[in-house]
């Protein structure tokens, strides 16, 4: 079973800085792109971030244009979101996601999710 | 960017019902690369559907997806205790990528 555990959320005061982590196990976790996807409190999904197998393909949505930066380690088979300049608008639950790949078409989709770590904007 | 609509806001139904969930974009989603996820309270979201109309690996067959363009629907055959969630439509052919804001199925 795929799995992907979420770590480093919690209370940050208003322009602090967190990284979040991500573990993968149990598939191939360079033969996939990757994302992250946040949850304010009682509202939807926003796609926040993406980074491709091999780091050519990196896409943020505006939001966080900036101040987040995300990255990986095939190696380590984690993937990174460095948050700076936090907001009160940011605080949300961070969902790590994998999004597989194909040749022909476009798969922007998010085929397995961790649970979530909270990250708490606040002063 | 474009803008998922999805409707009804909340579907009260009983088990063994059926039900059928709209999303409607803003603009025609490319390829009709459109996504549907559930989510229980507490939980992650599961992925159901992608390419509008593909079920994802163990999706039970009860759950279809059909539409393009701009309408897509997520239909649920007949419903089961289980199913009752939110659910979200996700299009995924233009960035950046967009969620609608959700429908929530529950207990009539």
């Known amino acids: 079973e795929v799995q992907l555990v979420e770590s480093g959320g919690g209370l940050v005061q208003p322009g602090g800085s967190l990284r979040l982590s991500c573990t993968a196990s149990?598939?191939?976790?360079?033969?996939?792109?990757m994302a992250w996807v946040r949850q304010a409190p009682g509202k939807g999904l926003e796609w926040i971030a993406y980074?491709?197998?091999?780091?050519?393909?990196?896409f943020y949505a505006d939001s966080i244009k900036g101040r987040f930066t995300i990255s990986r380690d095939n190696a380590g088979n984690s993937v990174y979101l460095q948050m700076n300049s936090l907001r009160v608008e940011d605080t949300a639950v961070y969902y790590c996601?994998?999004?597989?790949?194909?040749?022909?078409?476009?798969?922007?989709?998010?085929?397995?999710w961790g649970e979530g770590t909270l990250v708490t904007v606040s002063s | 960017e474009i803008v998922l609509t999805q409707s009804p806001g909340t579907l009260s139904l009983s088990p063994g019902e059926r039900a059928t969930l709209s999303c409607r974009a803003s603009?025609?989603?490319?390829?009709?690369?459109l996504a549907w996820y559930q989510q229980k309270t507490g939980q992650a979201p599961r992925l159901l559907i992608y390419g509008s109309s593909s079920r994802a690996t163990g999706i039970p067959d009860r759950f279809s997806g059909s539409g393009s363009g701009t309408a897509f629907t997520l239909t649920i055959s007949r419903v089961e205790a289980e199913d009752f969630a939110v659910y979200y439509c996700q299009q995924y052919g233009s960035s950046p990528w967009t969620f609608g804001q959700g429908t929530k199925v529950e207990i009539k």
């Open positions: 996601a994998r999004s597989p790949v194909n040749s022909y078409w476009l798969t922007y989709y998010f085929d397995s």
């Open positions: 149990n598939f191939t976790f360079s033969s996939y792109s």
């Open positions: 980074i491709s197998r091999s780091t050519v393909n990196i």
């Open positions: 603009q025609s989603v490319i390829g009709s690369y």
